[in-house]
Nanobody, 125 residues
Framework: QVQLVESGGGLVQAGGSLRLSCAASGRTFSLYAMGWFRQAPGKERDFVGWISPTGGVKGYADSVKGRFTISRDNAKNTVDLQMNSLKPADTAVYYC??????????????????WGQGTQVTVSS
Protein backbone atom coordinates (compact mmCIF):
# COMPACT_ATOMS: atom_id res chain seq x y z
CA GLN A 1 0.00 0.00 0.00
CA VAL A 2 1.27 3.42 -1.01
CA GLN A 3 0.00 6.59 0.60
CA LEU A 4 0.09 9.88 -1.29
CA VAL A 5 -0.48 13.27 0.33
CA GLU A 6 -0.86 16.45 -1.71
CA SER A 7 -0.18 19.93 -0.42
CA GLY A 8 0.23 23.46 -1.73
CA GLY A 9 -3.25 24.23 -2.99
CA GLY A 10 -4.99 27.50 -2.31
CA LEU A 11 -6.52 30.63 -3.76
CA VAL A 12 -4.61 32.61 -6.36
CA GLN A 13 -5.42 35.38 -8.82
CA ALA A 14 -5.42 34.75 -12.55
CA GLY A 15 -1.90 34.98 -13.89
CA GLY A 16 -0.39 33.85 -10.62
CA SER A 17 1.50 30.71 -9.68
CA LEU A 18 1.23 27.80 -7.27
CA ARG A 19 3.45 24.83 -6.59
CA LEU A 20 1.77 21.59 -5.57
CA SER A 21 3.69 18.82 -3.84
CA CYS A 22 2.91 15.15 -3.38
CA ALA A 23 4.67 13.11 -0.72
CA ALA A 24 4.68 9.32 -1.08
CA SER A 25 5.28 6.56 1.43
CA GLY A 26 7.26 3.39 0.77
CA ARG A 27 10.59 2.38 -0.71
CA THR A 28 9.38 1.75 -4.25
CA PHE A 29 8.61 5.34 -5.23
CA SER A 30 11.47 5.40 -7.72
CA LEU A 31 9.81 2.54 -9.63
CA TYR A 32 6.51 4.36 -10.13
CA ALA A 33 5.37 6.61 -12.88
CA MET A 34 3.55 9.54 -11.29
CA GLY A 35 0.66 11.56 -12.57
CA TRP A 36 -1.33 14.67 -11.77
CA PHE A 37 -5.05 14.86 -12.48
CA ARG A 38 -7.71 17.43 -11.72
CA GLN A 39 -11.46 17.41 -11.30
CA ALA A 40 -13.85 20.35 -11.33
CA PRO A 41 -17.39 20.10 -9.91
CA GLY A 42 -19.66 18.13 -12.22
CA LYS A 43 -16.77 17.16 -14.49
CA GLU A 44 -14.78 13.99 -15.02
CA ARG A 45 -11.27 13.61 -13.71
CA ASP A 46 -8.90 15.00 -16.33
CA PHE A 47 -5.25 14.30 -17.01
CA VAL A 48 -2.80 17.10 -16.26
CA GLY A 49 0.67 15.61 -16.54
CA TRP A 50 2.84 12.58 -15.86
CA ILE A 51 6.48 11.79 -15.26
CA SER A 52 8.43 8.56 -15.71
CA PRO A 53 10.09 6.78 -12.77
CA THR A 54 13.48 8.42 -13.33
CA GLY A 55 12.05 11.73 -14.48
CA GLY A 56 13.38 11.37 -18.00
CA VAL A 57 10.02 11.45 -19.76
CA LYS A 58 7.16 13.85 -19.17
CA GLY A 59 3.79 14.42 -20.74
CA TYR A 60 1.19 17.16 -20.40
CA ALA A 61 -2.36 17.88 -21.37
CA ASP A 62 -2.63 20.45 -24.14
CA SER A 63 -4.55 22.73 -21.81
CA VAL A 64 -1.54 23.13 -19.49
CA LYS A 65 1.42 22.60 -21.80
CA GLY A 66 3.86 25.48 -21.53
CA ARG A 67 2.38 26.64 -18.22
CA PHE A 68 2.74 23.64 -15.90
CA THR A 69 5.87 21.65 -15.11
CA ILE A 70 6.02 18.29 -13.36
CA SER A 71 9.15 17.18 -11.52
CA ARG A 72 10.20 14.58 -8.99
CA ASP A 73 12.83 13.99 -6.33
CA ASN A 74 13.19 10.27 -5.75
CA ALA A 75 15.53 10.82 -2.80
CA LYS A 76 12.68 12.60 -1.02
CA ASN A 77 9.79 10.55 -2.43
CA THR A 78 8.11 13.65 -3.80
CA VAL A 79 6.61 14.81 -7.06
CA ASP A 80 5.76 18.46 -7.69
CA LEU A 81 3.56 20.38 -10.09
CA GLN A 82 4.64 23.94 -10.77
CA MET A 83 1.69 25.90 -12.13
CA ASN A 84 2.29 29.26 -13.77
CA SER A 85 0.04 31.70 -15.62
CA LEU A 86 -2.98 30.25 -13.88
CA LYS A 87 -6.43 30.72 -15.36
CA PRO A 88 -9.90 30.42 -13.80
CA ALA A 89 -10.34 27.26 -15.91
CA ASP A 90 -7.57 25.67 -13.85
CA THR A 91 -9.82 25.73 -10.78
CA ALA A 92 -10.24 22.15 -9.59
CA VAL A 93 -9.24 19.60 -7.00
CA TYR A 94 -5.80 18.34 -7.98
CA TYR A 95 -4.85 14.72 -7.36
CA CYS A 96 -1.50 12.97 -7.29
CA UNK A 97 -1.42 9.35 -8.49
CA UNK A 98 1.11 6.52 -8.69
CA UNK A 99 1.39 3.77 -11.32
CA UNK A 100 3.53 0.79 -10.22
CA UNK A 101 3.38 -0.86 -13.63
CA UNK A 102 4.06 0.62 -17.05
CA UNK A 103 0.95 0.65 -19.21
CA UNK A 104 1.65 3.16 -21.94
CA UNK A 105 -1.62 4.91 -21.05
CA UNK A 106 -0.53 7.40 -18.43
CA UNK A 107 -3.06 9.96 -19.60
CA UNK A 108 -5.88 7.74 -18.31
CA UNK A 109 -6.90 7.43 -14.65
CA UNK A 110 -7.10 3.63 -14.95
CA UNK A 111 -3.31 3.46 -15.33
CA UNK A 112 -2.88 4.46 -11.69
CA UNK A 113 -3.21 2.29 -8.63
CA UNK A 114 -2.76 4.79 -5.82
CA TRP A 115 -4.31 8.22 -5.36
CA GLY A 116 -3.95 11.07 -2.93
CA GLN A 117 -6.84 12.84 -1.23
CA GLY A 118 -6.63 15.90 -3.45
CA THR A 119 -5.88 19.56 -2.84
CA GLN A 120 -8.12 22.45 -3.91
CA VAL A 121 -6.81 25.04 -6.35
CA THR A 122 -9.00 28.08 -6.94
CA VAL A 123 -8.07 30.74 -9.49
CA SER A 124 -10.00 33.99 -9.31
CA SER A 125 -10.65 36.20 -12.32
Amino acid sequence: QVQLVESGGGLVQAGGSLRLSCAASGRTFSLYAMGWFRQAPGKERDFVGWISPTGGVKGYADSVKGRFTISRDNAKNTVDLQMNSLKPADTAVYYCAAAPTYTGTYRLPRAYTYWGQGTQVTVSS
